[in-house]
């Protein structure tokens, strides 16, 4: 711990100072409530992209959010803009280009390193004197006793025992705390990787991203410079294996066949990190004095690149339910609280997690629909009126109206 606070009885425990377990906790920061983070890694040491190459892409909404928190100035600095999204198919009919232009929207979003991002979060939870920040400690055990939870934490040396009303498990996909709390998830394995690497040409992007569909898998490029980009590759696990196996100059051999030139001369592909790709979805989001947000209660497929941003959203409807439940002189930690807050939040979460389904199964290249249906849902964004204004708004976020935006 920091050494902030000596006390070790805490109003809030939040297992997990990732993406989501961070921002929940800059939410929560000036309330008058005791708030702690228990994070597994030690952020200040995690700097090298040779473990998680990954790029967010950040939703408009998700953005007012961050500045909401006081850190969208420092995360603005690296970001790079999405002014549009290019969608093709390899060897067919049919493109669609959604444009913030066209939308009258100042962008689509914006795109930065998952690195930077958890160091700015990580940085502001221990820079703020109302949060208590355990890194590295690991949770062991979490019991309920005489109405309150008490948490075993350990850094392989020092051991703790902590405290708290509610706990909220923000402690990712495979979440040890869903399981110790006997709450079953959904999994549906899409048997796919994605495939990230950092990719340079040479013409610039220009702000634009590209989403390619082909026999091989689904392909994105997404803005991380001027004449460079992360990209992605969503495919078979055998795909994978085979794309990871051959060398560099092959790789962007048959990314020049895949794209032709319109990026210009592909200069560079660095190895790619395979991420297995899996939707959860927890039966269960909550009990007494307990809570699952982030990938701890949902897990997406990135194809849409919702993740984060969907995990951002429920933080901060958590702490505005949480502060108003205590302005209004009721229990934050009760079950019938914690369950108005997971009714707020199941519209967006059904919705996002149903339009990412449906980009994967529909879209996969050995779908039904792939090859038959594809170029003509391609046609249809182009052709039907409201669909690509439908599309930026689910990328944006904005579907749900929220007062902190
Ligand atoms: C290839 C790829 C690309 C993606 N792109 C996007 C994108 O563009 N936009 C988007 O919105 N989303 C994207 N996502 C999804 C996004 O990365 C996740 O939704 C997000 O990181 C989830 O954050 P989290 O805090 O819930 O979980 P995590 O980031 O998994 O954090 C969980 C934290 O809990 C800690 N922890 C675990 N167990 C314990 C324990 N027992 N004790 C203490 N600490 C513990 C871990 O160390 C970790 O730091 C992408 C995902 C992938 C795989």
């Known amino acids: 711990m920091d050494g902030k606070m ?10 997990g100072g990732g993406l989501v377990g961070n921002s929940l906790a800059l939410a929560l920061a000036e ?6 983070v228990i994070e597994a890694i030690d952020y200040e040491q995690k700097t ?16 007012r959010i961050l500045q909401k928190l006081g850190v969208w100035s420092k995360i603005e600095a690296k970001v790079h803009p999405i002014d549009s999204v290019h969608i093709s198919l390899q060897g067919r009919f049919g493109v669609a280009t959604i444009s913030a232009a066209e939308q009258g929207l100042a962008s689509l979003g914006c795109n930065v390193d998952i690195h930077y991002l ?8 221990r820079l703020e004197a109302q949060l208590a920040l355990y890194a590295p400690y690991r949770v ?7 109405g309150q939870w008490q948490l075993a934490l350990t850094n392989g040396f020092i051991e703790k025992k902590l405290k708290a009303r509610l706990v909220v498990a923000a402690d990712g996909s495979d979440s040890e705390l869903r399981r110790t709390m006997g709450i079953t998830a959904q999994v549906w394995d899409y048997q796919q990787s994605a495939l990230v690497s950092r990719l340079t040409f040479s013409k610039p992007l220009n702000n634009r991203s590209y989403e390619r569909f082909t026999p091989f898998g689904l392909m994105a490029i997404l803005p991380a410079g001027e004449s460079e980009a992360t990209f992605i590759l969503s495919t078979s696990h055998e795909n994978a294996a085979y794309w990871q196996s051959v060398d560099e100059k092959t790789r962007l051999q048959q990314l020049h066949s895949a794209w032709g030139y319109r990026l210009g001369r592909l ?10 790709l899996r939707r959860i979805e927890a039966h269960t989001l909550h009990q007494e004095g ?14 849409a690149a919702q993740g984060f941003n969907l995990g951002l959203r429920s933080a901060m409807m958590l702490a505005e339910v949480v502060q108003w439940s205590q302005k209004v002189g009721r229990d934050y930690a009760d079950a019938a609280v914690l369950a108005e807050y997971v009714d707020k939040q199941a519209q967006d979460r059904k919705q996002i997690a149903r339009f990412t389904h449906f980009l994967v199964s529909r879209f996969a290249a050995d779908s039904e629909f792939f090859n038959h249906w594809q170029p003509l849902a391609l046609c249809g964004l182009e052709w039907v009126p409201g669909a690509k204004f439908l599309l930026a708004r689910l990328g944006l976020g904005g579907a749900q109206k929220a007062l902190w935006v």
């Not at 309330?31 to 702690?36: D, E, G, I, P």
């Not at 307990?290 to 949902?298: D, H, K, P, Y």
């Open 6 to 15: 000596s006390d070790e009885s805490y109003d809030i425990i939040i297992v």
């Open 31 to 36: 309330s008058s409530l005791r708030v702690a």
């Open 48 to 63: 090298d992209s040779a473990d998680d190459n990954r790029a967010i892409g950040l939703s408009y909404t998700s953005q």
């Open 118 to 125: 958890q160091k700015i979060l990580a940085d502001s939870v």
């Open 140 to 146: 062991s055990t979490c019991q309920r006793v005489e």
């Open 267 to 276: 200069q560079s592909l660095s190895p790619a990190i395979n991420y297995p």
């Open 290 to 303: 307990f809570v699952l947000i982030g990938n701890a209660a949902q897990t997406l497929h990135p194809v």
